[in-house]
Structure formats: structure tokens, C-alpha cells
């Protein structure tokens, strides 16, 4: 069995519990995750559906991706901390996006693959070692 972690927002109204360690870590450079995170990227865990579990309300802003799937960006009504993304495909191969940056405890975090890296922002160097994806 795998251990847990939790996270949550910043006002502390959605908390998670979410199987560790997570099937992956990414960071997305894509401009969309540029403008929901309002920094150069989002970093991004992937779990399995049955191993996340929310407490709390989220409301949710859908939106059309590039790929031209439908993009739902679940984030805490009260505050507006980014907790989730879905998508019809995550749907489909039974995963879940969570946004790493709300976990408790994010220090030992690393990342293996950089998606969107066309749309990086140039003044960020990314760490040698890793994949990169200029789309996803």
C-alpha cells in the first residue's frame, strides 16, 4: 500500500489526501497554466481517480484546451487556490490532476518531465536530467 499526503488551499476551506508517491510529477509551461498558477508554470501531480479524496467545495471553470478537449479547473470557492484539473481523457484512463504546489509538504518535490517547454518563459532554466515535451 502506498502512503498519503495531504494538501490543501490557502484558506484552508478544501483539503485532500492523496496517494503517495504519485504515478507522476510534471511541470506544464503551457500559457494557460501560466495565467490559472499566475507565475511561468504549474507543477503537476497525476493520480490515480481513487486516490485522491477532497474535503470541501470546489467550484469549477471549463474551458477548451489546445488539444480541443474540454480543460475543468476545480479551485476553492473561497480563496481561489487551484486544487485540480480534469479532462474527458484523464477521465478516460482513470487519473486525476492535482496542483502540487497545495501539498503540505512539497519540499522533497521533483519533477521529470517539463510539457509545453515552446511556451517557457525564457528566464527560466530548466534543470538538466529531465524530459522535455515542447507540446504535451
Known sequence: MSALR???CL???VRYTVAWPP???VVCHCTD???QAGSAFSVVGVSAREGLQVRGELKTFSHPGSSGQTIER???????SPILTDTPAAREQGILFFKAGTLDQT???EPTTHFWTRSAQAWFSIPDGVT???KQ
Open 23 to 25: 504515478r507522476d510529477l
Open 6 to 8: 495531504t494538501g490543501g
Open 11 to 13: 484558506c484552508g476551506a
Open 107 to 109: 519540499a522533497d518535490l
Open 74 to 80: 476545480k479551485f476553492c470557492r473561497n480563496c481561489g
Open 132 to 134: 522535455c515535451l515542447e
Open 33 to 35: 497554466c501560466q495565467k
